[in-house]
């Protein structure tokens, strides 16, 4: 893959442009410079000729896009003229991107070049979630699931998003998992990380959401010490719509999220979209 010397690593996620507001904010995204390059850490859209729409366009504008799925993606909605499911929707996807040459968790990782010359390898996942993100005291998938309908709090991935072939989303998830681990294992042990994921790698962003029940929504248990494992320097996510910048570990977490409409309109509007990750802000811990 090609390298990049200068110019800016940018990032956002769950732009969501199902919602006219969010298209235009969409639309209204360019780089700094003719080298910048950008991560998008899933949930641009639900239907499949609008993700590809957007991807195309951010392509056209940046030196380099990387893309990973968030579930909306993954979601064979009633009004998506696309109807593939679960994998065979993935991979049409990836196929898609790579018409695009938008970079996917499916293909080689790129190495950005810092100013000193060092290369970074910013690794796209692909993991989904198993439901082991749970409220404290419940042990087990089915509970979780039952106490979280009794609340009336349920993803609608648990209409939209299927698993096929396999039986189930938390089949996927392991096998997911056990890619991007065999995948990052390979990498020299000298070399640091930028790891993209829609879902949080570890469990404690999920801590401040104002319905507990959610997270089992949010990621995996099995990715929690990633950030050391695989040596990052900062861990990009979305999906939570809560935009902010956390440490764990003395490791940067980063969520990008726009997020819907309701969530952002109260923000500053001339506020910059993207998140530079690279070079890296000047951060107080």
């Known amino acids: ?21 969010n298209r235009a904010i969409a639309a209204d995204l360019h780089p700094t410079g003719p080298l910048d390059w950008l991560i998008v850490a899933g949930d ?25 799925p968030g579930n909306h993606e993954l979601w064979t909605h009633p009004s998506d003229p696309v109807t593939e499911r679960g994998q065979h929707r993935y991979l049409k996807l990836v196929a898609a991107c790579r018409r695009l040459g938008v ?47 009794a609340a009336g709090v349920v993803c609608t991935d648990e209409h939209f ?18 890619i991007s681990r065999q995948r990052l294992d390979e990498l020299p042990v000298d070399v640091s990380t930028i790891l993209v994921s829609h879902w949080p790698l570890v469990r404690e962003p999920t801590d401040i959401l104002r319905y507990p029940e959610f997270a089992q929504w949010c990621g995996t248990t099995a990715t929690a ?10 861990a990009v996510y979305g999906h939570l719509h809560i935009p902010r910048v956390t440490w764990y570990d003395g490791v940067r ?32 811990r």
């Open 161 to 178: 998003l299927h698993a096929e072939p396999l039986d189930a989303i938390d089949d996927w998830c392991r096998q997911r998992v056990e």
């Open 1 to 21: 893959m090609s390298a990049s010397d200068r110019g800016s690593l940018y990032a956002v996620s769950d732009l969501h442009v199902g919602y006219p507001e």
């Open 225 to 234: 010490d990633w950030h050391l494992r695989y040596r990052a320097i900062a």
């Open 103 to 149: 970079v996917t968790p499916e293909d080689p990782f790129p190495r950005w070049i810092d100013g000193d010359g060092v290369p970074v390898v910013i690794a796209p996942l692909f993991t989904l979630y198993d439901y082991s993100f749970r409220t404290p005291g419940v042990k087990d998938k089915e509970t979780s699931l039952r106490l979280a309908y």
């Open 253 to 284: 977490f980063e969520e990008v999220s726009l997020g819907y409409p309701r969530e952002w309109h109260h923000q500053d509007p001339a506020r910059a979209r993207l998140r530079r990750i690279l070079p890296e802000p000047a951060l107080v």
């Open 44 to 68: 641009v859209a639900e239907r499949f000729g609008d993700i590809v729409d957007v991807l195309g366009m951010l392509a056209g504008r940046f030196a380099k896009v990387i893309w990973v």
